[in-house]
């Protein structure tokens, strides 16, 4: 059974940092582009950060509101993706989900359509 489970989310003070994991279970992720995405409540899903396949050039992309704040990165031994978010702002609050799609090759797409399986989702809530 493929499954991808967030994890890392919590109640973090503006400036803190958090680390959310994405941990997949019933595939490799080696073969699999993985995005990151949240939605905040009354808006629209976002693509946050995303990373290309192990077997391409490991290429990633950010959206501009995250770019020097937010790393994405793989740790393909352990078949998780984790997103380390620092700087963090109230407005980065929002459930956040990782996303992968079977794509061995350099390709990294902010847009949730392009991807297949999702996790449930991980509240990160940035408040004083």
């Known amino acids: 059974q493929v499954q991808l489970v967030e994890s890392g989310g919590g109640l973090v003070q503006p400036g803190g940092s958090l680390r959310l994991s994405c941990a997949a279970s019933?595939?490799?992720?080696?073969?699999?582009?993985i995005g990151w995405f949240r939605q905040a409540p009354g808006k629209a899903r976002e693509g946050v950060s995303c990373i290309s396949s192990s077997y391409s050039d490991g290429r990633t992309d950010q959206v501009d509101s995250v770019k020097g704040r937010f790393t994405i990165s793989r740790d393909d031994a352990k078949n998780t993706v984790y997103l380390q978010m620092n700087s963090l702002k109230p407005e980065d609050t929002a459930v956040y989900y990782c996303?992968?799609?079977?794509?061995?090759?350099?390709?990294?797409?902010?847009?949730?359509?392009?991807?297949?399986?999702w996790g449930q989702g991980t509240q990160v809530t940035v408040s004083s």
């Open positions: 019933g595939f490799t992720l080696n073969y699999y582009a």
């Open positions: 996303a992968a799609r079977r794509a061995p090759f350099s390709l990294c797409v902010l847009s949730p359509s392009f991807y297949d399986y």
